[in-house]
């Protein structure tokens, strides 16, 4: 999903800052704007800022400095009861002493809703995440997979237009996790609700998002759609902490256009596209996903460079094959392939040639 001008910014941050001591700022300068209907993912280690941006648009936090937007209207003043948003949180949050059912209905009575009407907005809810005959129990009843449901029905009960969500999932075992993923997804895009999901899993972001922004040391690094993320990182940060990466570090020898050639600190020479280097002399960390290089020499074209690999270790993953190399002077090199017929299974202490085509390797900054 393209980025969005203000003017048709649903949510929009405007030079927002946030400092708790008055002098450190946890937030800086964010500017964001989603368009209506988005499922935007912040991504970060912690303390990079995403869960308060989280918060400050919540109105459990305060901005120091900028303007918060929704749908055109700054909201900085209006307490969080008014906002109108739908809130998940990864300990569910439930009143324990109340069933299900009155869980749900707790934000509709709060908005003065009638009782007909309240009951069938339950039962829709519940519904909704597949559990319409838990309306009686207590959550104490419940596995924590299903309170999560129960949460997320009573984030969505009252159809806000903009659903928050700080890692909701982070309790729940891995498959039940990947379930949840593709359920919150699904219901976010039926529903056409806003979505702001924060997470410090990348494999998360990466399935879930129209958008991810990538968060470090208070700022937004890169934001971007999941793929362009994954496949052109505008920067060192981003490039190591998207998924898994290789790097090499070495010097710019030239620039011609679209690639420029990298002489990497143990002698080797290397093409490579030049994004965050300007001239020859500029230091450079090279960045190369594991899936993209090649150890079948026969695959690669003409003029590619190739490197003499050292086999390390050489382990069966079932779909793949992990190789991994010491390569110009570095022993955590790691090559990803497809367990296919013609692989061969390669011994430690062995001697190959590796190589990757100019395009999918990135020369970024030191």
């Not at 400092?19 to 935007?40: A, C, H, I, R």
């Not at 324990?96 to 908005?111: C, D, I």
């Not at 190369?288 to 695959?299: G, L």
Request: some cysteine; overall charge negative; hydrophobic content about 40%.
């Amino acid at each position: 999903m393209a980025s969005t001008s203000d003017s048709e910014a649903f949510v929009a941050f405007e030079r927002v800052q946030k400092s708790y001591d008055g002098e450190t700022l946890v937030v800086k300068d964010l500017n964001l704007s989603m368009p209506k209907g988005e499922f935007l993912t912040m991504l970060g280690p912690s303390g990079s800022g995403k869960t308060t941006c989280l918060m400050m648009l919540a109105g459990f936090e305060t901005a120091t400095h900028g303007e918060i937007l929704l749908d055109g209207t700054s909201i900085n003043n209006i307490p969080p009861h008014k906002r109108g948003i739908g809130m998940v949180f990864q300990n569910y949050a439930l009143f324990p002493h109340m069933t299900v059912g009155e869980n749900l209905s707790f934000p509709l009575e709060v908005r003065k809703i009638g009782k007909s009407e309240r009951e069938k907005k339950v039962m829709r809810a519940l519904d909704m995440v597949q559990m319409g005959d838990f309306a009686n129990r207590r959550p104490a009843q419940l596995s924590g997979g299903q309170q999560q449901r129960i949460a997320l029905a009573r984030a969505l009960v009252f159809e806000p237009e903009l659903v928050l969500m700080d890692e909701p999932l982070g309790a729940l075992d891995k498959q039940l996790r990947e379930h949840m993923q593709f359920e919150i997804t699904r219901l976010a895009h039926e529903l056409g609700i806003t979505t702001v999901y924060v997470t410090h899993d990348q494999t998360e972001a990466l399935t879930m998002s129209d958008r991810v922004a990538v968060f470090n040391d208070g700022r937004i690094q890169q934001l971007a759609p999941p793929d362009v993320l994954y496949e052109e990182p505008e920067n060192s940060f981003v490039a190591q902490f998207i998924g898994e990466n290789n790097t090499l570090e070495g010097t710019v020898k030239e620039i011609s256009g679209n690639t420029c050639t990298v002489q990497l600190d143990g002698g080797e020479l290397i093409s490579a596209r030049p994004i965050n280097v300007t001239k020859p002399g500029d230091r450079t960390r090279v960045s190369i996903r594991p899936e993209r290089v090649e150890m079948n020499k026969e695959r690669l074209q003409e003029g590619v460079h190739l490197l003499k690999a050292e086999v390390l270790e050489f382990i069966y993953m079932g779909d793949i094959f992990r190789t991994r190399l010491r390569v110009a002077g570095r022993d955590d090199f790691v090559v990803k392939t497809r367990n296919a017929p013609d692989q061969v299974r390669l011994k430690r202490g062995e001697t190959i040639e590796i190589g990757w085509l100019p395009e999918d390797c990135r020369a970024l900054e030191a």
